[in-house]
């Protein structure tokens, strides 16, 4: 059995959970530790029992535990983890000067870290001291059927003032380059206020743009960045501020194509 804890309030976590899960073909009954509002969607979460606390996860000791983004949890409520079980931490871009302050006296130690895009420095140097193996992960994305509609694809699961954001990002670049390509917003909800003539679909997974798509506008998310990259020169992205992701660095080194 792996027990992940995947906190956070977006879809983030989960899409990469669920690739990670993929990358490494790891098997066997998953439960994952979880608050986000789309923990009950089959497309999100098929095939995983999905709970709210560490509590409520509590049973056999799993054979590993996968512990998303934050070494500690969100609020740094993770400590230690028993001896015996397999602890992995899945690294990404934080805003280590926002989160350190939270980490627990006695953080989860990992037997190991996979770095899934680079860290700021006192991140990695963290990690390293509490991990017994560092290494990078590439992921792999389980299969999904391509999204292809003509013109602008534009992606994001919310909040809905974030999706109209990046709507309108997309209207003025159009508006600069003298263009008026169809617009297709994909995201989980249509929100209130969405202009007149943007198409708007719920699919998940939404990571392949089918060969009519000429551009792809997105926020500067983790999966977004990294699933979007062989389509580089469509993509653009309006990084948003978050209290521990770094948008903005994972937006600037994409645009230097670090």
């Known amino acids: 059995m792996i027990v992940c804890f995947a906190a956070g309030d977006g879809l983030g976590h989960l899409t990469r959970l669920r690739s990670v899960l993929h990358t490494l073909a790891l098997d066997g009954p998953v439960t994952v530790v979880t608050g986000s ?48 079980t397999r602890v992995t931490h899945l690294a990404r871009l934080l805003r280590w000067d926002a989160y350190a302050p939270l980490l627990p006296a006695d953080p989860p130690r990992f037997d190991r870290t996979f770095v ?21 992960l590439a992921l792999t994305d389980p299969p999904a059927e391509p999204i292809d509609v003509d013109g602008w694809l534009i992606v994001h699961s919310g909040p809905a003032p974030e999706t109209l954001e990046l709507v309108a990002y997309a209207q003025d ?27 708007h679909l719920d699919v998940y997974p ?32 309006l990084p948003f501020p978050r209290s521990l992701d770094d948008q903005y660095a994972r937006a600037a080194r994409a645009k230097r194509g670090a």
């Not at 899934?116 to 990078?136: G, I, K, M, N, T």
């Not at 600069?176 to 995201?187: D, H, N």
């Not at 743009?209 to 699933?227: C, D, H, K, L, S």
Request: aromatic share 6%.
């Open 37 to 84: 509002p789309f923990k009950d969607d089959p497309r999100v979460t098929g095939g995983w029992r999905v709970v709210e606390s560490a509590a409520d996860a509590a049973g056999p000791a799993p054979d590993e535990v996968i512990v998303d983004a934050f070494p500690a949890g969100l609020k740094g409520e993770l400590a230690r983890f028993p001896s015996g």
């Open 116 to 136: 899934l895009e680079p860290l700021h420095p006192a991140h990695e140097a963290f990690l390293r001291e509490v991990s017994d193996e560092v290494s990078p």
């Open 173 to 199: 670049m159009a508006s600069a380059e003298r263009v008026s390509p169809p617009m297709t917003l994909v995201s989980p909800q249509r929100p209130d206020g969405l202009p007149p003539g943007i198409t």
């Open 206 to 237: 939404a990571h392949t743009p089918g060969p009519n798509v000429e551009r792809i506008v997105t926020a500067a998310g983790f999966n977004a960045v990294r699933q979007y990259a062989p389509w580089r020169e469509r993509h653009r992205m």
